[in-house]
């Protein structure tokens, strides 16, 4: 119910710049963060092998084929790694 095969949308970042005394020396930075977009795991991979079975008996859908591959399974996909990198360049930005 928390959307975790979900895309999170990449949005411009509006929050405001942080400041702190000028008597403050940044010393060390904390990020916590959510990986990027993944391929499906091997698990999920598995039941769209066994969906794609099902479907070949089924006349509108016997076309259909699996898209996804076990050698990508829960690596980044490219919008991921792209995800990833504008959270850098954000983090470094502020």
Do not use: M
Request: glycine share 6%; net charge positive; aromatic share 8%.
């Amino acid at each position: 119910h928390l959307s975790t095969k979900g895309l999170y949308p990449i949005t411009s970042n509006t929050t405001p710049p942080l400041e702190s005394p000028e008597s403050c020396v940044l010393v060390q930075v904390h990020l916590v963060a959510r990986h990027g977009a993944r391929y499906p795991t091997a698990n999920d991979v598995k039941k769209f092998d066994i969906l794609d079975s099902l479907f070949a008996n089924i006349p509108l859908a016997k076309d259909w084929r699996n898209p996804f591959n076990y050698s990508k399974a829960g690596l980044l996909t490219g919008r991921g790694e792209h995800e990833l990198y504008l959270l850098g360049k954000r983090a470094r930005q502020r």
